[in-house]
C-alpha cells in the first residue's frame, strides 16, 4: 500500500493546502512541575538502513521550483503485533469523485459532496443514515457541517477547492469493524490523513504507568541524540480523578498521551492506564498502513514503546470503559433517588414491578450512550465483574 507522498501528483499539490483544523481537543494547559522546551533534532542516518531519521521518523527532502521542503514519516515496528494497537481517532479530507463533482455544477450546490460522503460513511464506516444531522453552521474553515454519533462531515466554502473534511473520534472509530477495506477506500480517493491516534490500554497497570512514562522521559527514551520533547504532567492532586503525562507538541505534528484512563471515566480506583500518540500532518505523510498495523506504528513512535507486545481488543476496551460508566451511574442513582425508592416500596405494598414503571424512562443514560452500539448486543455484560464477563466483552 502507497503511502500519500508516493502518489506523485496527487500528493504534491496538497502539501500547499491550508491546514484545516481537524476538531482536535485543545492543548494542555502548562500545570506541571516537570516541563523541558522542545529542541529540534538534528537528522541522524540510520545504520539498518541508510536512511535519514529525526526523532525515530524518516526524513524525506522535496523541492519544487526553488523551494525546499522536508516531511516525516512515521516508522513502524515491524517486530510488533499489528494488533497491539487500537485507533482512537481518524480525520481526513479529499476530493470526490469527478462525477460528483460534475453533478454539484449542474446543481449549483454545495450538497452533491456531501450526499456522496454520507453515503460512503454508511457503507463502509458503519454510521446510521438516520443519526446524520445537518448543523446551523459549519465548521473547520468550512461553510457546511453535519454531525453524526462520534463524528462530523465539513463541506463547502470558497476556499476548500470542493473538498471534505470528515473527523472520527474514538466512539466512531470504535464502529469500524474492517480497516483494512476503509484503508484501501481512502487509498483509492487519494484522501490526504490529517490526523491518526493510536492507542494501547494496560488494564492491570502491569507494564507501564505515569511514573514509568516519566522515568522513561528522564532516561531519553522519547528522543535521541540527548534532545528532549516538551513534556508536562497534569497531575489530579490526589483527587481520585487521574492524572496525564504529556510528551511533545499537538503544533509539531506528534503528541503522546499518557493518563489513568479507569480514573478519569469514573472510577478512582482502577488501575486502567492507557498510553496513545496523536500523529497530524504538520510536515508529515501519514501512511494509510497505519490503519492496518497500528500495533507496529505506536511501537515504532518512540524507543521507549518496543515493550508494546499484547494485542488489544476493541470489545474489551469498549466493555470496561462501559461498565465503569454504568457502575458510576447506578452509584449516582443511588445516592440521588435511593431513598425515594425506598419510599415507593412502601407506598405501592412492596411492589417493585410498579416502582419501575414508575420511574423508567426511554433511551440510556447520556454518560453510557458512547458504548450504545456495543453494550445492546449484550447488556447483561455489564452485571458482572470485569473478571467474570461474557467471553464476547472480556
Request: proline content about 6%; some cysteine; glycine content about 12%.
Amino acid at each position: 500500500m502507497k503511502t500519500q507522498h508516493e502518489q506523485g501528483a496527487a500528493g504534491a499539490p496538497a502539501r500547499s493546502e491550508g491546514r484545516a483544523r481537524t476538531g482536535a481537543p485543545p492543548e494542555p494547559a502548562p500545570c506541571s512541575n516537570h516541563g523541558a522546551k522542545e529542541q529540534k533534532e538534528n537528522p541522524v542516518v540510520s545504520h539498518e538502513t541508510g536512511e535519514m531519521l529525526r526523532g525515530g521518523e524518516r526524513l524525506e527532502f522535496f523541492t519544487t521550483g526553488k523551494h525546499a521542503f522536508t516531511f516525516l514519516h512515521p516508522l513502524p515496528d515491524e517486530t510488533k503485533p499489528v494488533s497491539a494497537a487500537l485507533i482512537d481517532w481518524l480525520a481526513f479530507t479529499l476530493t470526490p469523485p469527478l462525477q460528483i463533482g460534475l453533478m454539484a455544477r449542474l446543481d449549483g450546490l454545495d450538497d452533491s459532496g456531501y450526499r456522496w460522503m454520507c453515503g460512503e460513511l454508511v457503507r463502509l464506516f458503519n454510521v446510521d443514515e438516520s443519526s446524520i444531522e445537518r448543523q446551523k453552521t459549519g465548521g473547520s474553515g468550512y461553510k457546511h457541517r453535519a454531525k453524526f454519533p462520534g463524528g462530523q462531515i465539513c463541506w463547502g466554502g470558497p476556499n476548500q477547492r470542493g473538498t471534505i473534511n470528515v473527523s472520527i473520534s474514538g466512539v466512531g472509530c470504535s464502529r469500524i469493524e474492517d480497516w483494512p477495506t476503509v484503508a484501501a477506500w481512502l487509498e483509492s480517493q487519494q484522501a490526504k490523513l490529517k490526523r491518526v491516534d493510536l492507542a494501547h490500554d494496560d488494564f492491570a497497570c502491569e507494564t507501564f504507568s505515569i511514573e514509568k512514562l516519566r522515568e522513561w522521559y528522564e532516561a531519553g527514551e522519547f528522543g535521541a541524540g540527548g534532545r528532549r520533547p516538551e513534556a508536562q504532567l497534569v497531575d489530579d492532586l490526589g483527587s481520585g480523578k487521574g492524572r496525564t503525562f504529556y510528551v511533545g507538541n499537538r503544533k509539531n505534528g506528534k503528541l503522546l498521551r499518557g493518563y489513568e484512563k479507569g480514573k478519569q471515566l469514573g472510577d478512582p480506583e482502577s488501575p486502567w492506564v492507557r498510553v496513545e500518540v496523536e500523529w497530524h500532518d504538520q510536515s508529515r505523510v501519514l501512511p494509510y498502513d497505519m490503519l492496518t498495523r497500528p500495533g507496529q506504528y505506536l511501537a515504532g513512535a518512540y524507543p521507549c514503546l518496543r515493550f508494546l507486545n499484547i494485542e488489544q481488543s476493541k470489545i474489551k476496551t469498549i466493555f470496561r470503559g462501559a461498565k465503569i460508566a454504568f457502575d458510576r451511574a447506578v452509584s449516582n442513582l443511588r445516592q440521588q433517588g435511593g431513598k425515594l425508592v425506598n419510599l415507593m416500596l412502601s407506598v405501592f405494598d412492596g411492589d417493585y414491578g410498579e416502582v419501575v414503571e414508575q420511574l423508567r424512562r426511554d433511551g440510556i443514560p447520556k454518560r453510557i450512550e458512547p458504548y450504545s452500539y456495543h453494550v445492546a448486543y449484550g447488556p447483561e455484560a455489564l452485571a458482572h465483574p470485569f473478571g467474570m464477563m461474557p467471553n464476547y466483552a472480556s
